[in-house]
Nanobody, 119 residues
Framework: QVQVVESGGDLVQAGGSLRLSCAAS????????MGWYRQAPGKERELVAS???????KYADSVKGRFTISRDRNKNTVSLQMNSLKPEDTAVYYC?????????????WGQGTQVTVSS
């Protein structure tokens, strides 16, 4: 079994910072892409940032220059440093990992962590 668990969501004022963390555990042979998605009320889930096993990163245009994704391959963790937060960043943030369990490659999701940015 594989578990993906996020932490770090909170209520913060506009202009503030938060750091989200995500850890994958269980029957893991290797992890390909790890990423952060978010879903605001009434909106579809969207990609915020992703990082490949080789360290290649991608960012949504709305967060470029403000958010930074990083990962620790040895610990199977990924983090999202969020600076200069805006009210429109308010959403549930989900961690996603493409994990090879040795049997198959599957996409695993965390349960989500709430980020609320007040104006």
């Amino acid at each position: 079994q594989v578990q993906v668990v996020e932490s770090g969501g909170d209520l913060v004022q506009a202009g503030g910072s938060l750091r989200l963390s995500c850890a994958a555990s269980g029957s893991i042979f290797s992890i390909n892409v790890m990423g952060w998605y978010r879903q605001a009320p009434g909106k579809e889930r969207e990609l915020v940032a992703s990082i490949s096993s080789g360290g290649t990163t991608k960012y949504a245009d709305s967060v470029k220059g403000r958010f930074t994704i990083s990962r620790d391959r040895n610990k199977n963790t990924v983090s999202l440093q969020m600076n200069s937060l805006k009210p429109e960043d308010t959403a549930v943030y989900y961690c996603n990992a493409d994990i090879n369990t040795g049997w198959r490659l599957d996409s695993f999701w965390g349960q989500g962590t709430q980020v609320t940015v007040s104006s």
